[in-house]
């Protein structure tokens, strides 16, 4: 799999932006979808995940402003960022892991884009 990460820019605070995520390579409808966001100096967190099945989680910080969403026909995953605040400045990766049960049996990220909210 092959993940292409677009959409990142310069935002003011409470401001939106959507992120796309574009994979190719497998199939995509077997994978479960994540974002990730590594800030200067942390390391690199969950923001959101989408099951197989459409089934999401997000971290506390991002939750009621972040939607996750997947197409799998276009086999592209979303993250519609919402009133963004400055600490969600960070470059943002997405992820494509196959499970089997609880076991990750494939694991593959993108190369990230930079996503900055300052005024």
């Known amino acids: 799999v092959q993940l292409q990460a677009s959409g990142g820019g310069l935002v003011q605070p409470g401001g939106s932006l959507r992120l796309s995520c574009a994979a190719s390579?497998?199939?995509?409808?077997?994978?479960?979808l994540g974002w990730y966001r590594q800030a200067p100096g942390k390391q690199r967190d969950l923001v959101a995940r989408?099951?197989?099945?459409?089934?999401?989680n997000y971290a506390d910080s991002v939750k009621g402003r972040f939607i996750i969403s997947r197409d799998n026909a276009e086999n592209t995953v979303y993250l519609q960022m919402n009133s963004l605040k400055p600490e969600d400045t960070a470059v943002y990766y997405c992820?494509?892991?196959?499970?089997?049960?609880?076991?990750?049996?494939?694991?593959?990220w993108g190369q990230g884009t930079l996503v900055t909210v300052s005024s």
């Open positions: 992820n494509a892991r196959r499970m089997h049960y609880s076991t990750i049996i494939a694991d593959y």
């Open positions: 390579g497998s199939i995509f409808v077997l994978y479960e």
């Open positions: 989408i099951s197989s099945g459409g089934s999401t």
